[in-house]
């Protein structure tokens, strides 16, 4: 809408392939606060922040691949164009603005359903523990 374009089926290729670009920056900062928790015994807080600054340059270096390819198709360079151009827009325009999302919301995510885990596990009751197979 903000560049005036109808979603086409080009398009949507795009949204395809920006939300697995999108969704395997998430997962390798989680995978990587998850081993941090599970190796080094660190708090949560402590585990997300080493993942953010840790796993920021690997997002970073995928993300500007990314729009570093998508970009001449962005701009409608070239013959027939006006085909492919709904697809660069679609990725350049999300991997910006997911970039920011993924970069401050999925720490907050994380922490939020920890937070629930920890305090689920603390409310049930001690046979229920105690039923939990060993990890």
């Known amino acids: 809408m903000l560049f005036n374009m109808n979603l086409s089926v080009i398009a949507i290729i795009g949204v395809i392939m920006l ?13 990587f606060a998850i081993d941090a928790q599970r190796t080094r015994d660190e708090l949560p807080e402590r585990a997300i922040h080493q993942a953010c600054i840790l796993r920021f340059r690997p997002i970073m270096m995928t993300t500007m691949a990314a729009i570093m390819g998508t970009l ?46 920890s305090s689920t596990w603390t409310s049930l009751p001690a046979t229920a523990i105690s039923k939990q197979p060993a990890e």
């Not at 670009?21 to 989680?30: E, F």
């Not at 001449?72 to 999302?101: D, H, M, Y």
């Open 19 to 31: 939300i697995g670009i999108v969704k395997k920056n998430a997962i390798m900062m989680i995978d």
């Open 72 to 117: 001449p198709i962005a701009l409608g360079l070239g013959a027939g164009a006006e085909l492919r151009q709904p697809l660069g827009i679609a990725v350049v325009g999300g991997l910006l603005t997911s970039q920011l999302l993924t970069l401050y919301i999925t720490p907050v995510i994380y922490l939020s359903l920890e937070n629930l885990r």
